[in-house]
DNA sequence: TCTTGTGAACTGGTTCACAGCT
DNA sequence: AGCTGTGAACCAGTTCACAAGA
């Protein structure tokens, strides 16, 4: 036992890598996919292609799970699929409360693929009284000051903030005291919150503005000037 | 001259990197706050503050644009401003595409803060026909058959995908082949492209997923375990 | 013989800390 | 005196390449 003591980085506890945990979630797809197709077992490498991925990250990104594979042989997909499942906590179903009842809130409450997921959409909240009442996919929209309530009602712990970028902080505000502890925040703001509590943020016009980038390097010849700098 | 022939890493040619790059708009945003509140000159502190980024790194990611900052006073807001903007291709306006009139495509057409960010939505297309002809946000919804011509008539670079997962590699596939070099990418599919395309992927359904591993993690008291390797 | 699991090298990105300029 | 711009140290993540094991 005292052999290992100071030999292992700092993963004691196996706290996995954050770019790992983002593609837990595409493999367990591609999972689905093969399992679908009727295939029992998959090498890292077909595994690989179908998550778009360089097959030695794969194997890297499982390890961290643990040992799940069979050398010479490839991974069983049932068993690969109940592992990463269990790693990103679908051994439960998750209530969620999406903030703002607006188009992308209800878009994000009719998104199929939730329920297979583990992600339940327990609540949707909204200001606007001409929205409050109203049915989206299945659940009716309450009012805001509904919030520390329903968080109650469903033990909420992850919220998503789909409300204009001027309201995005106070929601926030309001999601903390409530006890959310988890954020996804669709709202164009920097949300700020305590450190105790995860605000993952995706920003639409931003992905975009990117890739505009891109486009704007492209069209002004950009890409096979490395050799410039020796002229 | 022959002096630095050797000395630089690869950037010859001003190539931002990526993370850079998807925290300008970041930047964009906090300047245009700031410009709204009347400031005309800001120090990277504010600026940071502001982006929710450490200030060595603002400065960092501004200094691969070009010194447009004064040493012992800070940055010129407008002049940031439009630097930036320039880099990021906003001198002109991109039109885009959209592929897909459910309801990310509908709540991607209705988004405000394209405009004013170089994005048109010049149009949408769906292959069902009870919603080809409907109004989006006053774009009219057109036959995806159309997409060969809408990509001619806008000159179109850059295409958003917003269809169930099974129908995004064909769609894909028919993008490429109209011309299209960038695609945003929000079906739950991971995308077969020609190197010479970029893709951006957004998956709502992983963003909850990473939320709900870290609430797993909290909830199992797994924070504070880093000790437990020297017992 | 085939494929996993993983040290080791490498690459890209972040942070530090200070020289350089106003 | 104050703030930018940036080399240098540092850290995380990726890829390589091969030993270990079915």
Not at 62 to 83: E, F
Not at 117 to 138: C, E, Q
């Amino acid at each position: 036992m005292t052999l290992l003591r100071t030999s292992r980085p700092a993963r004691a506890d196996r706290g996995i890598p954050d770019a790992t945990v983002a593609r837990l979630p595409v493999y367990l797809g591609a999972l689905a996919e093969l399992a679908a197709d009727g295939r029992s077992t998959c090498s890292s490498g077909e595994l690989a292609e179908a998550a778009g991925v360089n097959p030695a990250k794969l194997r890297k990104d499982l390890s961290y799970l643990g040992s799940y594979g069979t050398r010479g042989v490839g991974y069983d997909v049932a068993v690969l699929r109940h592992h990463i499942g269990r790693e990103l906590g679908q051994t439960q179903t998750w209530d969620v409360v999406i903030v703002g009842a607006g188009h992308l809130g209800s878009a994000l409450s009719a998104y199929h693929g939730f329920d297979s997921r583990g992600i339940n959409v327990a609540a949707v909240l909204d200001t606007d009284p001409a929205r409050i009442g109203t049915d989206l996919a299945g659940v009716e929209v309450r009012p805001f000051a509904d919030l520390e309530a329903v968080v109650e009602e469903f033990g909420i712990a992850i919220a998503v903030v789909a409300t204009p970028g001027e309201a995005a902080q106070g929601v926030a505000d309001a999601l903390v005291a409530a006890g959310v502890t988890s954020i996804l925040n669709f709202a164009p703001a920097v949300l700020q919150v305590p450190e105790t509590v995860t605000v993952r943020k995706v920003d639409l016009s931003i992905e975009l503005q990117v890739l505009a980038y891109h486009e704007q390097r492209r069209a002004s010849g950009h890409e096979a000037a490395d050799e410039e700098v020796a002229g």
